[in-house]
Every structure is written in C-alpha cells, then in structure tokens.
T-cell receptor, first 114, second 113 residues
Framework: EPEVTQTPSHQVTQMGQEVILRCVPISNHLYFYWYRQILGQKVEFLVSFYNNEISEKSEIFDDQFSVERPDGSNFTLKIRSTKLEDSAMYFC????????????FGPGTRLTVT | AQSVTQPDIHITVSEGASLELRCNYS??????LFWYVQSPGQGLQLLLKYFSGDTLVQGIKGFEAEFKRSQSSFNLRKPSVHWSDAAEYFC???????????FGRGTSLIVHP
C-alpha cells in the first residue's frame, strides 16, 4: 500500500538554526500539506500546496516558514530561524483531487529546538 | 469557525470491553467528520469518515461512529477492544468548501489485559 514517508524521524537543532523537514508524498497525489502538533496540544494546519504554489496557509505559517517541491517527488518544509516554540511533531500529508479525497499522513518528524 | 472537542484526554478499558470515545463539533452547516488513529511512531490513519447519508458509518478495524446532528456529536465505538487498539484517537471536522480539517486534542486509549 502506498504511504507518505518523512525524514528525519527526529531532528534536534539549536535556536536560530535553519531546519528542513522532508516528505515524500504518495506519487499520484496532487495536494500536499504540513501540520504540526505541539506536545499535548491539537494537530494544527500549517499550509497546503497545489500546482507548485501555496493554496492555503494558517496564521502560524509566517515568514519564517517556507515550502517547496524541489524535484517532483519531495515536499519540504523549511524553518529559517528556529525558535524554542517551534518544537513540535510535524506531519506531512497528501491527497488526490476532490472534496471527498482522503488525506494520507506520514509518521511525522519530531523537531526539538534547544 | 469550526471546532472539535474531545472531552476525554485518557480512556482506560480492559481488553474485550466495549469502547466509546466522545467527539463534539461546532459547525454551522453539515460537516464532514473523521476519526483518525495514531499508533506510536506512526502517522495518522483514517478509521472512518462521514460525509452524508446513513448516520452510522463503519470503518476499519471494527470501529463505527454515529453522527447525531441534534447533539453535534460523532462518537466512535467498538464492541470489543483489542490490546492493539491502544493508541491516540483524533476526531476532525471539515467544511465542504475546504480541504483542511480541524482536529480535536485527541484521546489516548489505554488497554489493560
């Protein structure tokens, strides 16, 4: 069964450093998403991406964040200058097209900012 | 704005016992409703979803959920829990015009042998 993969599973970084979280969505999917879950809190939407551009983003997704699909298979989330409050689990998801299309989630990357 | 409440942070049941996880939502129109499960080290897996039609929906792994509009609820049930069901369960709601679900905080299910 096809699945969404994410690397690394755990990333530790120092405050102020740049991090790139990587995702490989399911190959024939058209929509891509990033979510985050701060420990003990809800899963929160960050951004959706379609046709090589951001289609929707939340207020969390500020100028420190960017997304890219560099090579037709990977989908990345970059945090330019990490803050302590960026520590969270980051989930990538992908879906086909249509309002009834299910989102498939990856296993997540746990980001720890020290 | 839509919102989801899962009032139970932790639920503990014995293996073989029945299970009900509660979910209440706030949304003006008919919502799209989902239950996801997250096992340790795994991503969110869709258990079941409600879009329209029969208010009792069947999902994978023997789970079912019932949409009750009058109570704004979408509770998840299973008649007999297995130890492998121990996981985090998330309820989510989505409007028809958006691809983006709003998640609840999650309920952690602990299964005693």
């Amino acid at each position: 069964e096809p699945e969404v993969t994410q690397t690394p599973s755990h990333q530790v970084t120092q405050m102020g450093q740049e991090v790139i979280l990587r995702c490989v969505p399911i190959s024939n999917h058209l929509y891509f998403y990033w979510y985050r879950q701060i420990l003990g809190q809800k899963v929160e939407f960050l951004v959706s991406f379609y046709n090589n551009e951001i289609s929707e983003k939340s207020e969390i997704f500020d100028d420190q964040f960017s997304v890219e699909r560099p090579d037709g298979s990977n989908f990345t989330l970059k945090i330019r200058s990490t803050k302590l409050e960026d520590s969270a689990m980051y989930f990538c998801a992908s879906s086909g097209q249509g309002a009834l299309s299910e989102q498939y989630f990856g296993p997540g990357t746990r980001l720890t900012v020290t | 704005a839509q919102s989801v409440t899962q009032p139970d942070i932790h639920i503990t049941v014995s293996e073989g016992a029945s299970l009900e996880l509660r979910c209440n939502y706030s949304y003006g129109a008919t919502p799209y409703l989902f239950w996801y499960v997250q096992s340790p080290g795994q991503g969110l897996q869709l258990l079941l979803k409600y879009f329209s039609g029969d208010t009792l929906v069947q999902g994978i792994k023997g789970f079912e959920a019932e949409f009750k509009r009058s109570q704004s609820s979408f509770n998840l049930r299973k008649p007999s829990v297995h130890w492998s069901d121990a996981a985090e369960y998330f309820c989510a709601v989505r409007s028809g015009g958006s691809y983006i679900p709003t998640f609840g905080r999650g309920t952690s299910l602990i299964v005693h042998p």
